[in-house]
């Protein structure tokens, strides 16, 4: 059991930006790639950024320029800046990570995600 939480998601008006964060709690050993997803009603769920865990990072087409993400090992935390937010982006945020949570079977990993937070983006 490693619970993921999602914070900062809200409402924003078109062009504007939100930051997101994930964080992890419980027992972790290490935590391999991290990645936030979209879900839009009627649609399917979204990869929109993926970091490794060197900090390697790949982004949606659709995002690239716009979105950054980040981690802080330190706090078992992944980020997502959003800028210059669009109506279309409207979205429930989910993160999910890679976890390894037994040291003594470190290449064992397990996927979470989190519930997932809304992001609204409307005048």
Known sequence: QVPLV????????PGGSLKLSCAA?????????IRWYRQAPGNQRELVALITNR???NYA?????????????AKNTA??????LKP?????YYC???????????????QYWGP????TVSA
């Open 61 to 73: 087409d659709s995002v690239k320029g716009r979105f950054t993400i980040s981690r802080d090992n």
């Open 88 to 92: 279309e982006e409207t979205a429930v």
């Open 6 to 13: 999602e914070y900062g998601g809200g409402l924003v008006q």
């Open 116 to 119: 997932g937070t809304q992001v």
């Open 55 to 57: 900090g390697t990072t």
């Open 96 to 110: 999910n990570g890679d976890f390894a949570t037994d040291a003594r079977s470190p290449g064992r990993l397990f």
């Open 79 to 84: 980020y997502l800046q959003m800028n210059s």
């Open 25 to 33: 709690s419980g027992s972790i050993f290490s935590i391999d790639a």
